[in-house]
C-alpha cells in the first residue's frame, strides 16, 4: 500500500510554474514558449482572443517538443553539432556583413548571439541527423530513372513552352519561430520597411554581377526555393500567363537576365503587398518530346524519386520518433481543463 502511495503521488506531481511540457523528463519552459508565440505574432496589430492565442500556443508548443524529440535522437547517436561546428557557421554568416551590421541585425530579430548558436547547433544537429538516418538511406539507380520515364513518357512532352524559374523573395510577414528562417544568413526582413531596403540592396549586389544562387541561398526567405538557390523549377506558359505582371516580365527576358523588383500580393487578386520578389529566367523549353538521354531530364527524374523517397522516410521516421517519447504537455492540459469547465 506504501508503495502504491508512492505511485500515485509521483504520476501526480505538477511540474514547475514556469514549464509547460517534457519530452522524456527534459523540461520545455514556459518562457521558450511565449518568446517563439510572441515571435508568431509579429508586428500584428490584432490583438487575439484568448482561444486564438491559446490555439497559436498548442502549436507553437507541438513545434518545440518535436524539435526536442529530434535533438534528443542525434544526442542519442552522438549527432549533436559541436561547438567548433557552430562557430564555424556563424562566422560564414558573419562573412558577408560588418560586425555593426551583423549585431544590428540580431537586434532586429529579437535575437542574442547566444540564441542564434542555439538555433544554428539545432539546425547542424537536424541536418547531420537527417544525412545519417534518411540520405544515406535512399539511392536511385540508372534502372530507376530509366523505368520511371518509360512510365511517364508523356510528362516530357511539352506541348507548350516551359519557363525554368528561380527567384529571391523577401517578404514583409515575421517568421514564426526563428529557426524557420532557411537561408544561410538567418536573414529575415520583420516589417515592410525592412522588405524593400532589403530586396533593394539584393538587386543591387545582382546588377553589380554576384552569383544570383549564391545570394538566394544567403538571403531569399522562401523555405522551398532558398536552400536550393532559388531554383522554383518550370511552369508552362500558360500557368505563367495566369500572372500578367509576372508573365510580362519573364517573357522579356532571355537566358540567365533577371527582372526588376516585383511586389508579391498577399493572394490572387488582392491589392495588399506581403513582400517582394526577383526572379531569373533559368531556361525557356520549347514544345516537343524530351528524350532519356537529355541530362535535364535524368537529373529532374532523378530528383523527384529521390525527394519523394526522402519524404516518405522522414514522415515514418518522426512518427517513429514521437511513438518512442515520453511526451507530458502540461499546456494542453490546462488548456483542456480551463475549456471543459
Request: aromatic content about 6%; some cysteine.
Given at each position: 500500500?506504501?508503495?502504491?502511495t508512492?505511485?500515485?503521488?509521483?504520476?501526480?506531481r505538477?511540474?514547475a510554474?514556469d514549464?509547460?511540457a517534457t519530452?522524456?523528463?527534459?523540461?520545455i519552459a514556459?518562457?521558450?514558449?511565449?518568446?517563439?508565440?510572441?515571435?508568431?505574432?509579429?508586428?500584428?496589430?490584432?490583438?487575439p482572443s484568448?482561444e486564438?492565442a491559446?490555439s497559436?500556443?498548442?502549436?507553437?508548443?507541438?513545434?518545440?517538443i518535436?524539435?526536442?524529440?529530434?535533438?534528443?535522437r542525434a544526442?542519442?547517436?552522438n549527432?549533436t553539432a559541436?561547438?567548433?561546428e557552430v562557430?564555424?557557421?556563424?562566422a560564414?554568416?558573419?562573412?558577408?556583413?560588418?560586425?555593426?551590421?551583423?549585431?544590428q541585425?540580431l537586434k532586429?530579430s529579437?535575437?542574442t548571439?547566444?540564441?542564434l548558436k542555439?538555433?544554428v547547433?539545432?539546425?547542424?544537429?537536424s541536418?547531420?541527423l537527417l544525412n545519417?538516418?534518411?540520405?544515406?538511406?535512399i539511392?536511385?539507380?540508372?534502372?530507376d530513372?530509366s523505368?520511371?520515364?518509360?512510365l511517364h513518357?508523356?510528362?516530357f512532352?511539352?506541348?507548350?513552352?516551359n519557363y525554368?524559374?528561380?527567384?529571391?523573395i523577401?517578404t514583409?510577414?515575421p517568421?514564426?519561430?526563428?529557426q524557420?528562417?532557411?537561408n544561410?544568413?538567418a536573414s529575415?526582413?520583420?516589417?515592410?520597411?525592412e522588405?524593400?531596403k532589403?530586396i533593394q540592396?539584393?538587386?543591387?549586389?545582382?546588377?553589380?554581377?554576384?552569383d544570383?544562387?549564391?545570394?538566394?541561398?544567403?538571403?531569399?526567405?522562401?523555405?522551398?526555393?532558398a536552400p536550393?538557390?532559388?531554383?522554383?523549377g518550370?511552369?508552362t506558359?500558360?500557368?505563367?500567363?495566369?500572372?500578367v505582371?509576372?508573365?510580362?516580365?519573364?517573357?522579356?527576358?532571355?537566358p540567365?537576365k533577371?527582372?526588376?523588383?516585383?511586389?508579391?500580393?498577399e493572394g490572387?487578386?488582392?491589392?495588399r503587398?506581403i513582400?517582394y520578389?526577383?526572379?531569373?529566367?533559368?531556361s525557356?523549353?520549347?514544345?516537343?518530346q524530351?528524350?532519356?538521354?537529355?541530362?535535364?531530364v535524368?537529373?529532374?527524374?532523378?530528383?523527384?524519386?529521390?525527394?519523394g523517397?526522402?519524404?516518405?522516410?522522414k514522415?515514418?521516421?518522426?512518427e517513429?520518433?514521437r511513438?518512442?517519447?515520453?511526451?507530458?504537455?502540461y499546456?494542453?492540459?490546462?488548456?483542456f481543463?480551463?475549456e471543459?469547465?
Amino acid at each position: 500500500m506504501l508503495l502504491l502511495t508512492f505511485v500515485a503521488v509521483g504520476c501526480n506531481r505538477q511540474p514547475a510554474a514556469d514549464v509547460v511540457a517534457t519530452v522524456n523528463g527534459k523540461p520545455i519552459a514556459k518562457a521558450e514558449l511565449e518568446k517563439y508565440y510572441k515571435g508568431q505574432l509579429g508586428d500584428s496589430q490584432q490583438t487575439p482572443s484568448q482561444e486564438q492565442a491559446d490555439s497559436m500556443r498548442l502549436n507553437v508548443l507541438r513545434g518545440l517538443i518535436d524539435e526536442e524529440i529530434f535533438q534528443q535522437r542525434a544526442a542519442k547517436m552522438n549527432l549533436t553539432a559541436t561547438n567548433e561546428e557552430v562557430d564555424a557557421k556563424v562566422a560564414e554568416m558573419k562573412a558577408p556583413v560588418s560586425e555593426e551590421q551583423f549585431n544590428q541585425h540580431l537586434k532586429d530579430s529579437g535575437l542574442t548571439l547566444d540564441d542564434l548558436k542555439r538555433d544554428v547547433r539545432r539546425s547542424l544537429t537536424s541536418e547531420k541527423l537527417l544525412n545519417k538516418e534518411i540520405n544515406s538511406r535512399i539511392t536511385v539507380s540508372d534502372g530507376d530513372v530509366s523505368s520511371y520515364y518509360n512510365l511517364h513518357k508523356a510528362e516530357f512532352n511539352l506541348v507548350e513552352t516551359n519557363y525554368h524559374l528561380a527567384q529571391i523573395i523577401v517578404t514583409s510577414q515575421p517568421a514564426q519561430q526563428p529557426q524557420q528562417v532557411s537561408n544561410l544568413q538567418a536573414s529575415k526582413a520583420a516589417n515592410d520597411t525592412e522588405a524593400k531596403k532589403k530586396i533593394q540592396a539584393l538587386k543591387n549586389r545582382l546588377d553589380s554581377g554576384e552569383d544570383f544562387g549564391t545570394l538566394a541561398m544567403n538571403f531569399s526567405e522562401s523555405p522551398q526555393t532558398a536552400p536550393n538557390g532559388g531554383d522554383m523549377g518550370f511552369f508552362t506558359e500558360s500557368q505563367l500567363r495566369s500572372d500578367v505582371d509576372l508573365f510580362s516580365a519573364i517573357s522579356k527576358l532571355t537566358p540567365g537576365k533577371v527582372t526588376d523588383i516585383i511586389p508579391v500580393p498577399e493572394g490572387p487578386g488582392s491589392k495588399r503587398v506581403i513582400g517582394y520578389a526577383i526572379f531569373k529566367l533559368v531556361s525557356r523549353e520549347p514544345a516537343g518530346q524530351r528524350n532519356l538521354n537529355d541530362p535535364a531530364v535524368q537529373q529532374a527524374i532523378r530528383q523527384q524519386l529521390k525527394d519523394g523517397r526522402s519524404q516518405l522516410l522522414k514522415n515514418a521516421y518522426f512518427e517513429m520518433l514521437r511513438d518512442e517519447a515520453k511526451v507530458r504537455n502540461y499546456f494542453a492540459e490546462q488548456v483542456f481543463k480551463n475549456e471543459s469547465k
